[in-house]
Nanobody
Framework: GQLVESGGGLVQPGGSLRLSCVAS???????????MGWYRQAPGKQRELVAL???????TYADSVKGRVAISRDNPKKTVCLQMNGLTAEDTAGYCC?????????WGQGAQVTVSS
């Protein structure tokens, strides 16, 4: 199974971006049971959690993005999205989605988000 992100790019400060991550493969036949998350890593920094959404759709956000970011999932489409608003230069990073299931973890390849004028 694999995860493929899309929606990254260059955006001006204060702008918005929506990232999507689509899961495919046999291991994701039970996609709804996975906890899905978005992580990011900026140059020279450690990877950090941005947002999580559990199988019951409970959401968790990093303090740095609360109020600006929303994670959502569409189980029939095996997709998790990250809507980001009010972007700043500090949000510039490579964003990856992650799937955590029963004894299974998968990472996507990532999508670059660059916030710059």
């Amino acid at each position: 199974g694999q995860l493929v992100e899309s929606g990254g790019g260059l955006v001006q400060p204060g702008g918005s971006l929506r990232l999507s991550c689509v899961a495919s493969g046999i291991i994701f036949s039970s996609y709804s049971t996975y906890t899905m998350g978005w992580y990011r890593q900026a140059p020279g920094k450690q990877r950090e959690l941005v947002a999580l959404i559990s199988r019951s759709e409970t959401t968790t956000y990093a303090d740095s993005v609360k109020g600006r970011v929303a994670i959502s999932r569409d189980n029939p489409k095996k997709t998790v999205c990250l809507q980001m608003n009010g972007l700043t230069a500090e949000d510039t990073a490579g964003y990856c989605c992650k799937a955590d299931g029963h004894r299974v973890t998968r990472w996507g390849q990532g999508a670059q988000v660059t916030v710059s004028s």
